[in-house]
């Protein structure tokens, strides 16, 4: 399904920090448990990127600093788009 809009950070029920971030960034869901998690960079291109589920943590750290996007998928099917940038 296609985002019909881009929520805030924790305006969604999703926080992402540090923001920016480095090494890695941590993602805490108030609107349940997130199933996957995939970048976006400034040209639509999608980067897998390693995301440990029990820890709520995604690993940055072979990502090129810049600005992405997270697309960010709860196991309810609900899809969040939150800005990112990688230093």
Request: glycine letters at 8%; proline letters at 10%.
């Amino acid at each position: 399904p296609a985002p019909t809009a881009i929520l805030p950070g924790i305006k969604g029920g999703i926080s992402v920090y540090p923001n920016p971030a480095s090494q890695s960034c941590q993602i805490v869901s108030n609107a349940g448990p997130v199933s996957e998690i995939r970048l976006i960079d400034t040209q639509g291109r999608y980067k897998t990127i390693p995301f440990n589920p029990t820890e709520s943590r995604a690993n940055l750290e072979f990502i090129p600093a810049g600005l992405y996007m997270l697309d960010i998928w709860l196991q309810s099917g609900t899809r969040h788009l939150v800005r990112l940038v990688k230093e």
